[in-house]
């Protein structure tokens, strides 16, 4: 199975598929594969645009791939504004597509916190971008930091 895991930045995505998925499964982020790229004391978020764009890079080819064994191991991918076309690419592939929304007052003092000031924007156009809760939108309580 396919999980796409959709929310604005700093919602809980993360944390949404540490309490899901399990040590065999695929679990695709791009955080995580820049974290993995970089040397000791990199930081979690925040990357150079180098190895974002070699992050980026590595997640399509980690897309591409994963997706030819879904039916060995459930595959859960980050995914924070799919185009349209992407959305059509994952449904074709019956991908489960979740919500992680804890509201916007939340996420902008979890940005405001711990990220880059530019995460405001991409928070702002992702808030922008929804008219209507999503039928399978999963609140995700505020945690401690």
Same mark, same amino acid.
């Given at each position: ?14 944390? !949404? ?5 399990? %040590?065999?499964?695929?679990?695709? *982020?791009?955080?995580?594969? @820049?974290? %993995? ?33 879904? *039916? ?15 959305? @059509? ?11 992680? *929304? ?9 940005? @405001? ?12 156009? !992702? ?13 995700? @309580?505020?945690?401690? !930091?």
């Amino acid at each position: 199975m396919l999980y796409v895991v959709t929310g604005p930045p700093a919602a809980g995505k993360t944390s !949404w598929i540490e309490a899901h998925a399990t %040590a065999r499964d695929i679990v695709i *982020d791009l955080d995580r594969i @820049a974290l %993995a790229l970089t040397g000791p004391g990199a930081p979690n978020w925040n990357h150079d645009p180098t190895v974002q764009r070699v992050a980026q890079r590595a997640r399509f080819a980690a897309i591409d791939e994963a997706c030819q064994h879904l *039916d060995q191991v459930d595959v859960y991918l980050i995914h924070t504004m799919p185009s349209p076309k992407a959305i @059509a690419k994952y449904k074709r592939l019956e991908a489960r597509i979740i919500t992680v *929304d804890p509201g916007r007052e939340i996420v902008m003092q979890r940005i @405001a916190a711990m990220r880059s000031p530019a995460m405001e924007r991409v928070a702002g156009r !992702w808030y922008g971008q929804r008219r209507a809760p999503s039928p399978s939108a999963m609140p995700q @309580a505020s945690r401690a !930091w």
